[in-house]
């Protein structure tokens, strides 16, 4: 049964779509086109959604306000999100190799500021982050080339601090991106701090004044199993849609067809530098809370260089073409007129 777009959604989302790419470079047009053409949102989650809103007006502010409210309220602060129950099965991933790795850019900032460091007071994060880099390190080493003293020392101190630090975790779903050989390059690359924030499309990551400090996350498939189940949650992984995050021009809904040569189907990530057709698109998937460990930590580092600044219609609109061209859903989506034109 279709679900009809509540007068008061629909006549938001058509202000939202009009306001002039001339006025601000797309973002809310590409904003009105997430809630337009995302594939993967069920009759019975769309249904849920409207009655949630409750939306008092049709303006694009109280619109957003309201969004939000859902995302804290059904997505972001419930044990079990939306995002893993049977109204969003439209969107669930299963069967995924137990062994697949997955990766994930974090923002180090909660941690480095839970003074958790074997009773030392920590006067900066800058401090903070040296002693986390330290400690790491430690643990990486060969057993015969580190002291078992200290080998032991770290791995406690370490232990203590993750914990306060998944204790502080919401239990939201967490974005990951699919561990693949177009990666390998980043992972590896002097400022892969940059090239992997742009590739992800990270567009959160920005530093001011100060540097970010970032980790890279390296866990697998069958970790987040094993955290699902302790959490009694059945289905762990979903393709992420507009329903499972604020309003964000920066996400791009994924057609439903999967890429040539491949036989499931993944969100994939829009880079925050215009796409070519060669320009690999990260899969993407959503997937239950899991708690940290210092083990998943693989890379620490920091990000310097501000985002690039594209406008907005062009990261899009070369994202469309290469989703058009890798599924051959030549009429999926909708471009967004060039300003400058």
């Known amino acids: 049964m279709t679900v009809f777009l509540p007068k008061m959604f629909d006549n938001a989302l058509k202000k939202l779509a009009s306001i002039p790419v001339s006025d601000d470079d797309g973002h809310a047009l590409a904003q009105a086109h997430n809630f337009h053409f995302d594939p993967r949102t069920t009759n019975e989650r769309k249904r849920n959604y409207y009655q949630a809103l409750d939306l008092k007006d049709d303006s694009p502010e109280h619109l957003r306000q309201r969004h939000e409210r859902y995302i804290a309220e059904h997505v972001w602060n419930p044990p079990c999100p939306v995002t893993f129950k049977m109204e969003n ?62 080998r032991i020392d770290a791995d406690a101190m370490l232990s203590d601090w993750f914990d306060a630090w998944n204790k502080k975790r919401p239990p939201k779903p967490r974005f990951a991106a699919l561990e693949e050989e177009d990666m390998q390059a980043l992972i590896r690359g002097n400022n892969w701090e940059e090239l992997l924030r742009n590739q992800m499309g990270l567009s959160h990551l920005r530093p001011s004044s100060a540097p970010l400090y970032v980790a890279l996350m390296r866990y697998t498939v069958g970790d987040v199993l094993h955290a699902a189940k302790a959490q009694g949650i059945k289905t762990p992984f ?104």
Do not use: C
């Not at 137990?98 to 009773?119: A, N, W």
């Not at 899969?283 to 899991?290: N, S």
């Open 89 to 150: 099965q439209a969107a669930f991933l299963e069967k995924l190799e137990s062994k697949r790795g997955l990766i994930r850019m974090v923002q180090l900032d909660p941690l480095l500021g839970l003074q958790v460091t074997g009773g030392k007071k920590i006067r900066n994060k800058q401090e903070a982050f040296e002693i986390l880099e330290k400690n790491l390190a430690l643990l990486k080493k060969e057993p015969e080339k580190t002291q078992k003293k200290a």
């Open 238 to 341: 979903a393709i992420p849609t507009v329903l499972d995050q604020p309003i964000n021009e920066y996400f791009f809904p994924a057609p439903l067809t999967p890429f040539q040569g491949e036989r499931k189907t993944f969100g994939r990530t829009m880079s925050l530098q215009p796409s070519g057709y060669d320009t690999p698109l990260l899969a993407e998937l959503l997937h239950v809370k899991l708690d940290y460990e210092p083990k998943h930590m693989i890379k620490t580092g920091q990000i310097l260089q501000p985002r690039p600044t594209h406008p907005i219609w062009q990261l899009r609109n070369s994202h469309l073409a290469a989703l058009r061209q890798k599924t051959q859903e030549h009429h999926y989506g909708k471009e967004i007129p060039d300003r400058s034109l």
